[in-house]
């Protein structure tokens, strides 16, 4: 195996563990030929080809390293400018290419692993690394980055040198930083980097004193959260685009946020580089009694003290939240803060947890490096529902999915609600797989069922922070004449189409109204998928047309009451989706019960059922996926319409 390939192993193991690198942080490196091939700036470890590596020139570097003539803007991206030999897609070399260039070994790998950062973010970290590597390894104290940080590098390994006689070794720990490990093959780093992680571990084991018990998961924590998600989300990004708000009310984040450890990183700084760059330098801190008055006067207060928003917000013992422009930002975010919560739980176990002063924060904040990485590792998407959060009921299969898939087309970021929550597990997974990490969620309801509704609201509140767009969809349907229908089939189709639509309005209005408080200026929406048998009878199939009629009435009644709280309702009546599962499904299809019924006049089989229906449509064809979505985007971007019921039907049905 060439030492690029075994470069690309040990950098895809490690970038995929979280236990060493979060948000792709870190870098990784390889020698040949005096040229070295590093990690491009934004290119996550776990996804890193060869292909990715851009090329420098090793003895450049180092001559910029060791001089001191002054050079315009940044003194890293200047010597890589300089030694640059390739670089494909344009991509910017790592931000710490200097101390990779000056360490000899062929393979140099950067991490962050938690276990280690135990001791690098410590008050006794040098004499920690001294107790328990001897002269295994090398400490480095907090130094800013770049040349700053590649030269303190420098001295500490020619010290060791100097003062042992033998080559620094492979194992070098950054002071509030991470790691470094080399070698000369993709083992030798593995064994350092592992060996390195157990020695701590073991010392923080024989280090832990009587946890705190864990508060008790109180009946007023989804309260909080409720409370405190829609407002953040309203209050944070764009009327256009509101932030994600998840959040985390794990053990340890309501054990160690009450503890002396968690008070530094609430109130003292952040540990390491990267819990600026993803997770913002200090968070905001919320009592546990707050209501949205005073998570508003709280973010108002931290946008003077610090000229931002938070990034992170706290109630210590409770809850934990992270804010981003979507899921998988805002989850990253999270993931950074609570990590630095375990670091510091486990650093004070072997010593004093240390954090980085105002002058070393401070730095990172403003480094344009940073600045840039962060940037390119953010997604970049665009669409007619570009950051928008979608709760659709109904989404497992048939019109439910196919809109779900249309709206991640589009931007959205999804919910896929419904009864059936392993169908939609499995699609969930699949959308979030072609689209984008966190792109699509599923969560379990039972529209028919009241605590069910607001539970399934409280997860995408404790998911997302809140919603955008609410859109009914599930329906079921029991065709018979009124004569010889089931009472059962009659109240099933009135209990998950009419009851359903309010049980689920009724759940999420107050959401997008919190919202909609914090942010005035902001509308949402409520989207009823209703059909065409809302606008006109249909024989046989009398409780699907009367359970849509009076969805119809619950719209315009909705857009009435609601409207005064940012809130629009629109209906939207499609055709019939022909190629869809409430139609073909070989048992229970539309097709099959239409047969049975005799509701199509001479029908001998399913096709001439179908045939039936086709020809009712002026448009030749049924309803798709699509058109409906195309209906949904015009509601949603429509400011000035609500209560409406919009005909999607091919011409079948027209507004008079």
């Given amino acids: 195996m060439s030492l690029v390939a075994e470069l690309i192993q040990v950098a895809n193991a490690f970038g995929a563990d979280p236990e060493y690198s979060r948000a792709g942080g870190g870098n990784a490196s390889v020698k040949v030929d005096g040229v070295l091939r590093i990690k491009p700036s934004g290119v996550p470890l776990a996804t890193l080809t060869a292909a990715d590596l851009v090329g420098l020139r090793n003895d450049v570097l180092l001559e910029a390293l060791h001089s001191d003539e002054p050079v315009e803007g940044d003194p890293v991206q200047a010597a890589a400018a300089k030694a640059l030999t390739d670089a494909p897609g344009g991509r910017r070399p790592s931000v710490e290419i200097l101390f990779h260039a000056l360490i000899p070994d062929a393979l140099v790998l950067h991490t962050h692993p938690l276990v280690a950062n135990a001791l690098t973010c410590n008050t006794d970290a040098a004499r920690l690394t001294e107790k328990l590597f001897g002269d295994e390894a090398v400490f480095v104290p907090y130094t800013d980055p770049g040349v700053p940080l590649a030269r303190t590098v420098e001295e500490v390994r020619e010290a060791y040198t100097a003062r042992t006689g033998r080559p620094a070794p492979g194992i070098t720990l950054l002071g509030n930083h991470g790691i470094i490990v080399s070698g000369n093959s993709a083992a030798e780093l593995t064994e350092r980097a592992e060996r390195l992680t157990a020695t701590i571990a073991a010392a923080i084991d024989a280090g832990e004193v009587t946890a705190p018990a864990v508060p008790t998961a109180s009946p007023g924590m989804r309260e909080v959260i409720n409370t405190v998600a829609p407002t953040l989300r309203g209050l944070l990004g764009t009327a256009d685009r509101l932030a994600v708000v998840t959040s985390d009310a794990s053990d340890l984040v309501r054990t160690v946020t009450t503890t002396p450890a968690g008070a530094a990183v609430l109130s003292d700084g952040p540990l390491i580089p990267d819990q600026i760059v993803y997770a913002g330098s200090l968070p905001l801190v919320l009592d546990p009694a707050v209501d949205a008055a005073a998570v508003t006067a709280a973010v108002a207060a931290y946008r003077d003290a610090h000229g931002k928003d938070p990034v992170i917000a706290v109630v210590p013992g409770v809850v934990a939240f992270g804010a981003g422009a979507d899921l998988a930002a805002a989850r990253t975010a999270l993931a950074t803060f609570t990590d630095a919560l375990r670091v510091a739980r486990d650093a004070n176990r072997i010593g004093t947890v240390r954090c980085l002063d105002?002058?070393?924060?401070?730095?990172?904040?403003?480094?344009?490096?940073?600045?840039?990485?962060?940037?390119?590792?953010?997604?970049?998407?665009?669409?007619?529902?570009?950051?928008?959060?979608?709760?659709?009921?109904?989404?497992?299969?048939?019109?439910?999915?196919?809109?779900?898939?249309?709206?991640?087309?589009?931007?959205?970021?999804?919910?896929?609600?419904?009864?059936?929550?392993?169908?939609?597990?499995?699609?969930?997974?699949?959308?979030?797989?072609?689209?984008?990490?966190?792109?699509?969620?599923?969560?379990?309801?039972?529209?028919?069922?009241?605590?069910?509704?607001?539970?399934?609201?409280?997860?995408?509140?404790?998911?997302?922070?809140?919603?955008?767009?609410?859109?009914?969809?599930?329906?079921?349907?029991?065709?018979?004449?009124?004569?010889?229908?089931?009472?059962?089939?009659?109240?099933?189709?009135?209990?998950?189409?009419?009851?359903?639509?309010?049980?689920?309005?009724?759940?999420?209005?107050?959401?997008?109204?919190?919202?909609?408080?914090?942010?005035?200026?902001?509308?949402?929406?409520?989207?009823?998928?209703?059909?065409?048998?809302?606008?006109?009878?249909?024989?046989?199939?009398?409780?699907?047309?009367?359970?849509?009629?009076?969805?119809?009435?619950?719209?315009?009644?909705?857009?009435?009451?609601?409207?005064?709280?940012?809130?629009?309702?629109?209906?939207?009546?499609?055709?019939?989706?022909?190629?869809?599962?409430?139609?073909?499904?070989?048992?229970?299809?539309?097709?099959?019960?239409?047969?049975?019924?005799?509701?199509?006049?001479?029908?001998?089989?399913?096709?001439?059922?179908?045939?039936?229906?086709?020809?009712?449509?002026?448009?030749?064809?049924?309803?798709?996926?699509?058109?409906?979505?195309?209906?949904?985007?015009?509601?949603?971007?429509?400011?000035?319409?609500?209560?409406?019921?919009?005909?999607?039907?091919?011409?079948?049905?027209?507004?008079?």
């Avoid at 086709?614 to 971007?637: F, H, I, N, T, W």
């Fill in 358 to 656: 105002a002058a070393e924060r401070g730095f990172i904040e403003n480094w344009e490096a940073e600045s840039y990485r962060k940037a390119v590792a953010a997604s970049a998407r665009a669409g007619r529902m570009d950051g928008k959060v979608v709760m659709v009921t109904g989404a497992a299969q048939g019109f439910g999915l196919g809109i779900t898939t249309e709206l991640l087309a589009e931007g959205a970021q999804v919910v896929l609600a419904d009864l059936n929550v392993e169908l939609a597990q499995r699609n969930a997974a699949e959308l979030s797989a072609r689209y984008g990490t966190g792109r699509a969620v599923a969560v379990k309801v039972n529209v028919a069922d009241e605590q069910s509704q607001l539970d399934a609201a409280a997860e995408v509140v404790a998911t997302y922070g809140g919603l955008d767009v609410f859109i009914s969809n599930a329906g079921v349907l029991r065709a018979e004449g009124v004569m010889t229908q089931p009472v059962a089939d009659f109240d099933l189709v009135t209990n998950v189409n009419y009851r359903g639509y309010f049980l689920g309005v009724r759940a999420v209005a107050p959401i997008l109204a919190a919202q909609h408080a914090a942010r005035p200026d902001a509308l949402f929406d409520i989207v009823e998928i209703n059909s065409k048998s809302g606008l006109e009878g249909s024989k046989r199939n009398f409780a699907y047309a009367g359970s849509k009629f009076g969805g119809i009435g619950l719209t315009q009644s909705f857009a009435l009451e609601l409207i005064e709280y940012g809130i629009k309702v629109n209906a939207i009546c499609p055709g019939n989706y022909l190629d869809g599962p409430l139609w073909i499904d070989p048992e229970r299809g539309l097709f099959v019960q239409y047969l049975r019924a005799g509701k199509v006049p001479g029908a001998q089989s399913v096709e001439d059922v179908r045939r039936f229906y086709e020809a009712k449509v002026p448009m030749g064809r049924g309803c798709l996926p699509s058109d409906l979505a195309k209906a949904v985007y015009y509601v949603v971007d429509q400011a000035y319409e609500t209560g409406q019921a919009v005909p999607v039907t091919g011409g079948q049905n027209m507004l008079n």
